[in-house]
């Protein structure tokens, strides 16, 4: 993935205005097995609150290369791979992407690099325009 003109582009060619990070953990069953077809279910599912810091490195990547980027900010990494120390690297690079001030909500509008947020307010306009 790269960014150009602040779209986020894949190798095949198409591209997004917007990177939008998973709001819900899978194991929260959205999606349900029920013999031999798959279906969806109306539940509360829980917030997904953990990034390996492997691939927060490249979120914060592509943020500084320009792209937007909508998501919550985690709190640990979900892995136990050089604990306790992947989740200090965890909430420092998310203090610089999203804020120190952002919580555990990630709420509110963040910039770094060119043109890059997370929050609700950026949405908002995103789909105004």
């Given amino acids: 993935m790269r960014v150009r ?3 986020i582009v894949l190798p095949s060619g198409m591209s997004y205005h917007l990177l939008v990070l998973p709001t819900y953990d899978a194991d929260g069953q959205s999606v349900v097995h029920v013999g031999d077809k ?3 279910t109306l539940r509360p599912l ?9 691939l ?10 320009g792209a937007t980027v909508l998501g ?22 998310a203090d610089e992407l999203w804020g120190r001030d952002a919580g555990c909500n990630g709420s ?6 060119r043109d890059a947020c997370s929050g609700e307010p950026r949405l908002k306009r995103f789909w105004q325009a």
């Fill in 72 to 93: 919550t900010r985690p709190l640990k990494s979900p892995s136990l791979t050089g604990f306790p120390e992947c989740d200090r690297e965890v909430t420092r690079m």
């Fill in 5 to 7: 003109d602040g779209r």
């Fill in 38 to 40: 798959y279906e969806y």
């Fill in 108 to 113: 509110g509008e963040h910039r770094v690099g």
């Fill in 56 to 65: 927060l490195k490249r979120v914060t990547k592509l943020v500084e290369a």
């Fill in 46 to 54: 829980p917030k997904v609150q953990t990034m390996t810091p492997q």
